[in-house]
């Protein structure tokens, strides 16, 4: 519903939406953008999705909680703006060490899109992911608005995230 509502009004009343709606959730650009299920169904430059302090910063990390541990199959990023700086997935352990599942290079891309990298398979269960973003590879900020975790027959948003920097905090 809130897709509809938003991408039928006028293009000057979407960000008064995104933006009426980001409030809902915590700071524009924060941490808690990044939770639940997307609300950003348009691309640019919006509250409702995480954003770093800077634009070009370098290597920075988001980190995402889901309420339910289980093998990970496929973890989905809905970049929102500037699309392409993704360049490494984790997950971590019970233990606390991390585990990288996938490394490389995400190809620039228009917005909103899905991010799917192949996942090395894994069989323990986890509920911590951390994707690491440079910055520096797409010009502009790189936004997320949300990071769904698919595994053991279940898809599940982000309950809590964190990250290594992020605009909310200037």
Not at 47 to 65: F, H, I, N, P, R
Not at 108 to 134: K, N, Y
């Amino acid at each position: 519903l809130i897709k509809e509502v938003i991408e039928t009004a006028p293009a000057n009343r979407q960000r008064d939406l995104l933006q009426a709606l980001a409030r809902m959730k915590g700071p524009g650009w924060g941490d808690a953008q990044m939770t639940g299920e997307p609300d950003t169904p348009v691309g640019g430059d919006n509250q409702t999705a995480w954003a770093s302090l800077k634009a070009q910063e370098g290597m920075v990390w988001v980190e995402l909680d889901f309420p339910v541990d289980v093998v990970p199959e496929q973890v989905r990023v809905h970049e929102t703006f500037n699309a392409g700086a993704i360049v490494k997935v984790e997950v971590r352990m019970s233990g606390g060490d991390y585990v990288t599942l996938w490394k490389g290079e995400a190809r620039a891309a228009g917005t909103p899109r899905w991010f799917a990298p192949p996942l090395e398979s894994l069989a323990e269960r986890i509920r911590t992911v951390r994707l690491t973003l440079d910055t520096n590879k797409v010009n502009g900020w790189n936004e997320i608005d949300a990071v769904e975790l698919v595994g053991d027959g279940r898809r599940q948003w982000a309950s809590a995230a964190r990250s290594s920097s992020c605009y909310a905090r200037r």
